[in-house]
């Protein structure tokens, strides 16, 4: 599906309509760059206009999984507050009847250091749903933060210890 579309211009010419089939204002951004890129390295504007039409997206980022029982599921990466910031609301835009954030947060380190960053974000989403802090590189005992710190600043959030809990 598309999801924005708008006109490229080329220093005020319209050169074609793009519709994109990646959602949110920050793709149009993310397209628009890409274009001025290509055309300052030699490409067309009709190239740059079949480029962005053609592109569909890349991996963990609003990638459809499936629907369920009229549910529509989406994987992105989103793991700072800054890409959730920009993945809720175009989540949000798209006419669901509610957006539900499941979200895994990644490393101790970042979680306590955005800790409210991502408790101002994450309620953008109708509901808020969490794991345990995937710790990557980092050891728990090293830290002093969980999930439920975060939970804590955001009422009506839940969350559960693995994405197993979550699922059921």
Known sequence: PAYWTFTLEVDGVPE????????????VYNALAAAAGALRLGATPAQCRAGLLAFAGTGRRYEVLGQNRG???????????????????????????????????????????????????LPIADHVVMTAIMGGRESPGDWD???QDLADRMPGSVWFETQEEVAR
């Open 16 to 27: 074609g309509e793009i519709c994109l089939s990646v959602p949110g204002r920050h793709n």
């Open 71 to 121: 549910v529509t599921i989406a994987d992105d990466y989103a793991h700072h507050p800054a890409g959730l910031k920009a993945l809720l609301p175009a989540t949000a835009e798209m006419g669901y009847g509610a957006v539900w954030a499941v979200f895994h947060p990644y490393t101790f380190s970042r979680t306590e250091m955005l800790l409210g960053h991502f408790a101002e974000v």
């Open 145 to 147: 933060i969980t999930t």
